[in-house]
């Protein structure tokens, strides 16, 4: 029930910078492992290893059992949603359009899709006749935030890469969403990847937290474990 290994991974980028070095560890499917650790440490650097944004210079990563070098980036990224903070939502498009993307790709047919995208509106509190078809400029930042997440969660994927997603919400906004979030996993057999530089924040969302320190892995267990031995 292994998801992702890495297994002495290894990213150097071609300036020589070593963004991480020598890290092993093993996510278990449907829950949820965060990243935790100061800005330039490599959190961001891993998640790119797991889509293939980029490959690693040392080292193999396993997706499902599976070196991730064998897989087609394409098939991998229609397998893996992704979360950042800067939302990149398709302004041009309505808010169901934009939700829709990836199940379009994937040849779902028409009506599957709107049930897909209704459903979807429903679970981030977006009422979908009032949200389905305003653009995203219409929005605020915390309801673009939830069209987001519902895009990353449309085409029912593995896993799902989430890069400080809240990072960019005024701090009530940000407890909602992590409470909604918290909801959403409870029910959804997803493995989640989650990365933040708030402690708290992985205290409360990660069932596994990972802290990193300048390239190095330097502790990884549960909430309790990281609470016992700081
Ligand atoms: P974060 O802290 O959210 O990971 P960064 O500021 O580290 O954001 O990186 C933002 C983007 O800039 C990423 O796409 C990263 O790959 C790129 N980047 C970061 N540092 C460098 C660098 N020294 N040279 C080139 N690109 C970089
Ligand atoms: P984090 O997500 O923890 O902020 P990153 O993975 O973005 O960390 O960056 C780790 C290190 O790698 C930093 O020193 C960063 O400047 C460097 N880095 C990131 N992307 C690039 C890049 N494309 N080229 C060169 N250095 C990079």
């Known amino acids: ?15 020589q910078t070593v963004a991480i070095e020598d890290i092993s560890f093993e996510v278990e499917r449907g829950t949820t492992t965060v990243f935790v650790g100061p800005s330039g440490c490599g959190k961001t650097t891993t998640m790119t290893l797991v889509n293939r944004m980029q490959d690693p210079t040392e080292g193999t990563v396993y997706y499902d059992g599976t070196d991730i070098q064998d897989y087609d980036k394409v098939d991998l990224r229609r397998d893996i949603g992704y979360v950042i903070q800067e939302i990149g939502l398709f302004d041009h498009m309505t808010v169901g359009e934009n939700i829709a993307t990836v199940p379009e790709l994937k040849g779902w047919d028409r009506d599957r899709i709107d049930e897909r ?41 593995n896993v799902i890469l989430m890069d400080e997603p809240f990072g960019a919400l005024d701090p009530i906004t940000r407890e909602e969403l992590q409470d909604e979030f918290l909801d959403i996993q409870e029910r959804i057999d997803t493995t989640i990847l989650f990365v933040t530089h708030d402690i708290n924040e992985a205290l409360k969302m990660g069932d596994k937290i990972a802290i990193f320190d300048v390239g190095e892995l330097v502790q990884y267990g549960t909430p309790t474990e990281i609470i016992r031995e700081p």
């Open 1 to 15: 029930k292994t998801m992702i290994e890495f297994d002495s991974v290894t990213k150097i980028y071609p300036d």
């Open 117 to 157: 995208v209704d459903e979807l509106l429903e679970l981030m509190n977006l009422p979908p006749e009032t949200y389905r078809d305003q653009h995203p400029t219409a929005l605020s930042g915390g309801q673009q935030q939830r069209v987001g997440v519902a895009r990353a969660l449309a085409a029912d994927p």
